[in-house]
């Protein structure tokens, strides 16, 4: 009897150290609250142009908040026709010419936007893109690559509930033209994103015998409603622009990212040049077969993920862990300088 409470008092001693370690190393990195008269704003247009659409219009924003956006009519202006492809318009009139259309003003809500644009899946995302992030999850590989196969959703769609959920705010490039070798040059759009995790999933699938983010990540990441995305999308003047964009994200309004675009790692054409390298490797979602480069090439209006930093609830010590990461009626609110905001509530 003596040596059992004995091992029992060791397991006890074990579990109470488990918890107590899982809440240390799961502790947030920022110790700040949403500022409530945060308002959101629209980029210097000498600088980027903003976008967004109704079912009616193609807007050229000039201001913004979370309630809605007022802007130039450039379907009023230049006909059903031309504006319904913003890519197709952009590549034939030019940033200034379209910076300089004019047209009837127009308000919308942000309930009534639309995606922006027509978007190519499957998307091309980066992991441990930031140092910080490839240091918290414990990964000295170099950053990967992975297929994210998740549909996009809006930027107040709810977000379904999976045990082990997490969330990574991410910056989203996007190239405006097709991109057939990694030495095109090409400009590129900017859209804010959250690249939604199930980390049981990826821990149950992870091979650590095959390159990193060939397993695991596809069906992690690819699940319907993990990928919300911004109701702006942002066409930059020079393409160093989105360096200086600092992301934030709050859970149930408690600050838990805040990052600058600029710290990534591999740059866009980085990643270009890494995903054209790797296409032809498999990646796996489940025991199913899936590509980087399905199309052989990467189409106008791919979202390529950049990467995300230090912050996620994710530790390899704490996956056992539910009560640490997200719960249903939790509140994720991404934002971005000049990118509009993202509010998903887990359902």
């Not at 998740?150 to 705010?169: H, I």
């Not at 640490?324 to 887990?346: C, F, H, K, Q, T």
């Amino acid at each position: 009897m003596r040596t059992l409470k004995i091992v029992l008092g060791v397991l006890a001693l074990l579990l109470v150290g488990a918890c107590l370690w899982s809440l240390w190393i799961s502790r947030p990195i920022f110790d700040e609250t949403r500022d409530p008269t945060f308002i959101a704003s629209v980029a210097d247009p000498l600088d980027a142009l903003s976008f967004a659409r109704t079912p009616d219009a193609l807007i050229r924003v000039t201001s913004y908040n979370e309630t809605g956006l007022t802007g130039v009519d450039l379907t009023a202006a230049l006909g059903v026709g031309a504006t319904s492809d913003l890519l197709q318009l952009y590549s034939g009139l030019g940033y200034d010419a379209l910076a300089g259309v004019e047209g009837p003003s127009i308000t919308a809500a942000n309930t009534a936007l639309q995606p922006p644009i027509a978007y190519t899946a499957p998307f091309i995302a980066a992991g441990t893109n930031y140092a910080e992030h490839a240091e918290e999850v414990l990964l000295d590989d170099p950053p990967f690559l992975f297929p994210k196969l998740s549909a996009p959703t809006s930027w107040d769609t709810p977000v379904g509930f999976v045990p082990r959920l997490d969330y990574e705010a991410e910056l989203a490039m996007v190239p405006l033209t097709d991109i057939e070798s990694p030495d095109d040059a090409v400009e590129y759009g900017l859209v804010l994103c959250n690249d939604f995790t199930d980390r049981w999933t990826l821990i149950r699938e992870l091979r650590l015998s095959e390159p990193m983010g060939t397993t695991g990540f596809a069906s992690a990441k690819g699940r319907e409603t993990f990928l919300p995305c911004g109701n702006l999308f942002v066409i930059p003047r020079t393409q160093d622009f989105h360096r200086a964009i600092e992301l934030r994200l709050y859970v149930n309004d408690a600050l838990r990212q805040r990052f600058v675009a600029g710290d990534m790692i591999l740059t866009v054409e980085d990643i270009v040049a890494q995903a054209f390298a790797q296409q032809e490797w498999t990646y796996w979602r489940g025991e199913e077969r899936v590509e980087l480069l399905p199309h052989g090439n990467i189409p106008r209006g791919t979202l390529i993920l950049t990467g995300t930093a230090g912050g996620v609830v994710f530790k390899p010590a704490n996956i056992w862990a539910q009560w640490l990461y997200l719960a249903r009626g939790d509140v994720v609110r991404s934002e971005a300088d000049g990118l509009g905001v993202l509010i998903n509530e887990i359902r």
